[in-house]
């Protein structure tokens, strides 16, 4: 029954992602969407990392875990190196963690 489940949503993402080559020539886009489409991308991921970062589960994650990615948010947008980013975004997570923030 999974190994089905898996099959389909497999089948179903493909033909999603094949449409859009197929009907790329067909379609024809408004120019003000065509300005919207880069932004809706961006705000999607945005609403992505921002549920990631403020909840577990259904949760709301507390303070560690947000405090740790504006750690790693401020050094990303300096250019820190990503691993540095990274290492830094941890550090600070488990440091409010170890001091009993949660």
Same mark, same amino acid.
Request: aromatic share 4%.
């Given at each position: 029954?999974?190994?089905?489940?898996?099959?389909?949503?497999?089948? &179903?993402?493909?033909?999603?992602? =094949?449409? $859009?080559?197929?009907?790329?020539?067909? *379609?024809? *886009?408004?120019?003000? *969407?065509?300005?919207?489409?880069?932004?809706? %991308?961006?705000?999607?991921?945005?609403?992505?990392? $921002?549920?990631?970062? *403020?909840?577990? &589960?259904?949760? #709301?994650? &507390? #303070?560690?875990?947000?405090? $740790?990615? =504006?750690? $790693?948010?401020? =050094? %990303?947008w300096r250019k820190?190196? #990503? /691993?540095v980013v990274v /290492? /830094?975004?941890?550090? /600070?997570?488990?440091?409010?963690? =170890?001091? &009993?923030?949660?």
């Open positions: 029954m999974l190994i089905t489940a898996i099959l389909i949503l497999a089948a &179903g993402t493909y033909a999603i992602r =094949l449409s $859009g080559v197929v009907l790329r020539d067909r *379609l024809e *886009l408004s120019e003000s *969407l065509q300005r919207l489409l880069p932004m809706s %991308a961006a705000a999607l991921l945005a609403a992505l990392a $921002g549920t990631a970062a *403020l909840m577990a &589960g259904s949760e #709301f994650a &507390g #303070f560690a875990r947000p405090a $740790g990615v =504006l750690a $790693g948010g401020l =050094l %990303a820190a190196p #990503f /691993v /290492v /830094v975004a941890a550090a /600070v997570t488990a440091l409010l963690r =170890l001091a &009993g923030v949660e």
